[in-house]
């Protein structure tokens, strides 16, 4: 158990829906980061907060959005869905800089867009 | 931008045998981390080593060894005396070093079976 902890474990949904998709981080953890991992693409890094602010952003559509909160939980809004978002949505958290960098990184959601 | 390459997409294991998974990365950086995640068929992200790249002693965690070559900029992991339980994706990883909260760029993973 990392001590990160994401829900829904398992999403189905239909095209155009939106949904939401929570993040808690370890205690103590600022940075918060959402990867997918697909079929095709493999793992890939979507967005990154830290302290509550956006610190970085990759391959993330217009489509999907997030944020941070005060108590530093994160939430991933995906909308408009098409049939190639169906993937499995990791979150992952880091202490404080320095010298460990270990990301640890929650079970995923798996969503399935049908 | 960085990029991770893993070229072996599958390879198997006799159980206790050694086995070698290939890495090589691209990047201008001087200074950065790099790990192996293991997924297991659970999905779960497990971090198996890491190294930095200041260093020039190659990490060894109990069964899992790298071999680090910085100016080949290849990061190979070993595992000795495979066990069943090593049957997973294995995902290599690159962090720049930037007060250690930058995103990880993930290879696309080599599916490893290890066999009875």
């Known amino acids: 158990d990392s001590g990160v902890t994401q829900t829904p474990k398992h999403l189905i949904t239909a095209t155009g829906q939106r949904v939401t998709l929570r993040c808690s981080p370890r205690?103590?953890?600022?940075?918060v980061y959402w990867y997918q991992q697909s079929l095709d693409q493999g793992l890939q890094f979507l967005i990154q907060?830290?302290?509550?602010?956006?610190?970085a952003k990759g391959n993330i559509l217009e489509r999907f959005s997030a944020q941070q909160f005060p108590d530093l939980h994160s939430e991933l809004n995906l909308s408009s869905l098409e049939l190639g978002d169906s993937a499995l949505y990791f979150c992952?958290?880091?202490?404080?800089?320095?010298?460990?960098?270990?990301?640890?990184f929650g079970p995923g959601t798996r969503l399935t867009v049908l | 931008a960085q990029t991770v390459t893993q070229s072996q997409p599958e390879m198997s294991v006799q159980e206790a045998e050694t086995v070698t998974l290939s890495c090589t990365y691209d990047?201008?950086?001087?200074?950065?981390?790099l790990f192996w995640y293991k997924q297991p068929p659970s999905r779960q992200m497990i971090l198996v080593i890491r190294?930095?790249?200041?260093?020039?002693q190659n990490a060894t965690e109990n069964r899992f060894s790298v071999n680090f070559q910085k100016a080949a900029k290849s990061f190979s992991l070993k595992i000795s005396d495979s066990q069943l339980g090593d049957t997973a994706m294995y995902f290599c990883?690159?962090?720049?070093?930037?007060?250690?909260?930058?995103?990880?760029?993930f290879g696309k993973g080599t599916r490893l079976s290890v066999i009875a």
């Open positions: 990883a690159f962090m720049t070093s930037n007060s250690g909260n930058t995103p990880l760029v």
């Open positions: 907060y830290y302290n509550g602010e956006e610190r």
């Open positions: 990047t201008s950086e001087n200074n950065y981390y």
């Open positions: 992952a958290s880091s202490p404080l800089g320095g010298t460990y960098n270990e990301q640890f």
């Open positions: 205690s103590g953890d600022l940075s």
């Open positions: 190294q930095e790249a200041y260093k020039q």
